[in-house]
């Protein structure tokens, strides 16, 4: 089993800030997964928010975060963060850390908002965005 455990969300003013982070731990003895965040708001589709590499060279966003929105990773371990940035109310929702096994296709730009790419998610840390 791989547990995905995510922090850092709260309550926030329109135009604030949030960092978020994720840590992966369990069985994945010296594997490098790749990661990513998804959202889902009440009444909602769980929405793509976005996703690194195993190695960090690549990330892609979701088109609602694009420029705002800033992910990365420590350097070969399972942790990634989401720096969010000039928040606004429809940012509020359930915020979920995934990752997928590691027998999955690479991470790409035509699969990263996919959710069958991600085996492993986290319960998830809520934000909320007050107009």
């Known amino acids: 089993q791989v547990q995905l455990v995510e922090s850092g969300g709260g309550l926030v003013q329109t135009g604030g800030s949030l960092r978020l982070s994720c840590s992966a731990s369990g069985r994945i003895f010296s594997v490098i997964l790749s990661m990513g965040w998804f959202r889902q708001a009440p009444g909602k589709d769980r929405e793509f928010v976005a996703s690194?590499?195993?190695?960090?060279?690549?990330?892609y966003y979701g088109d609602p975060v694009k420029g705002r929105f800033t992910i990365s990773r420590d350097e070969g371990k399972n942790t990634v963060y989401l720096q969010m940035n000039s928040l606004k109310p429809e940012d509020s929702a359930n915020y979920y850390c995934a990752a997928p096994a590691p027998t999955e296709p690479a991470l790409t730009a035509n699969n990263a908002g996919s959710l069958n790419l991600y085996d492993y998610w986290g319960l998830g840390t809520q934000v909320t965005v007050s107009s």
């Open positions: 690194i590499t195993w190695n960090g060279a690549d990330a």
